[in-house]
């Protein structure tokens, strides 16, 4: 399913140049892949499965960069802006938890990330 949904992902982003080009927005199939993702690492974090967890921080730093420029293309919309790069922040703190072996600091991470999503959600989501 995750992977069904990150290659049609891909393939749009290989297609239009960006995952964004197509949408223009950050859309809900796109947020789908998101939470697939993040509920994949948190839970690969929580059985110490370190390539899963660490390969999916990779992709949520990724799609967290697209979301960044998103809102910093949009304007007057400083909040995501903030928002999209703690959360890079976030999956980036996750994957260098995980490398050094500190399950623990990965799982804050993602909690922290996981109330990031919210914060976010609660000023732009319908
Ligand atoms: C910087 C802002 C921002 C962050 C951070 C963010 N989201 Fe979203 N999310 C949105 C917006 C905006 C929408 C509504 C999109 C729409 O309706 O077109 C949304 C929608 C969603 C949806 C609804 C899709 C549906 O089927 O209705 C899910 C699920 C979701 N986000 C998951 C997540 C998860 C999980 C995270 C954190 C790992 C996250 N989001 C982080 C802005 C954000």
Do not use: P, W
């Amino acid at each position: 399913m995750k992977i069904a949904r990150l290659s049609r992902l891909l393939l749009t982003s290989l297609l239009a140049g960006s995952v964004f080009a197509a949408h223009g927005a950050v859309d809900d199939d796109f947020m789908r892949v998101v939470e697939d993702t993040f509920k994949e690492a948190d839970a690969a974090i929580g059985v110490k499965d370190a390539k899963t967890a660490r390969t999916d921080a990779k992709e949520l730093e990724k799609m967290f960069q697209e979301v960044v420029e998103h809102y910093a293309r949009k304007g007057d919309a400083e909040e995501g802006v903030k928002l999209s790069r703690k959360s890079i922040e976030l999956s980036a703190a996750i994957g260098s938890r995980v490398a050094a072996n500190d399950f623990d600091g990965a799982a804050m991470a993602s909690a922290e990330l996981g109330r990031t999503c919210k914060s976010c959600h609660n000023v732009y989501k319908e």
